[in-house]
């Protein structure tokens, strides 16, 4: 009984091309590794380009609620123009009729000046008078 004869190397495998460590990674896959690599680089810009919109958004909502707030103080300044008006119109037609001259006949009307007085001294000045009033009043 004599048995067959085979040569070792048939029933050995023979080493693939992709497993070859000295030919490295398939070119598909490199090129699929670098299209996510600059994916990646454009979502990391994407994110800072982000996040420097949401701080001027916050900083247009600053600025838009102290433009609300100056809204809000004109308005109420306009709505007190009213009130000014009526109280001059007051004013005005309280005024002393004009004087009569010798012959009978009305002199002519000038208009009433208005004047205003700054409220502002008013501490000082009432101060300063009672000040002197002391001073008066002790000699």
Do not use: Y
Request: charged content about 20%; aromatic content about 0%; overall charge negative.
């Amino acid at each position: 009984m004599s048995l067959p004869t085979r040569s070792l190397s048939t029933h050995m495998r023979q080493p693939s091309m992709g497993g070859n460590a000295s030919t490295g990674p398939p070119p598909a896959l490199v090129a699929r590794v670098n299209e996510k690599r600059a994916e990646l680089e454009h979502l990391n810009e994407l994110r800072e380009l982000s996040a420097a919109m949401a701080s001027q958004m916050e900083a247009l909502e600053q600025k838009l609620s102290t433009l609300s707030d100056g809204t809000e103080a004109i308005a109420m300044v306009m709505g007190n123009w009213n009130s000014v008006l009526q109280a001059i119109s007051m004013a005005s037609t309280k005024l002393a009729k004009p004087p009569v001259d010798d012959t009978g006949r009305e002199s002519v009307a000038l208009p009433q000046t208005l004047v205003r007085i700054p409220t502002e001294h008013a501490p000082n000045v009432q101060a300063h008078a009672q000040e002197e009033g002391v001073s008066d009043g002790g000699e």
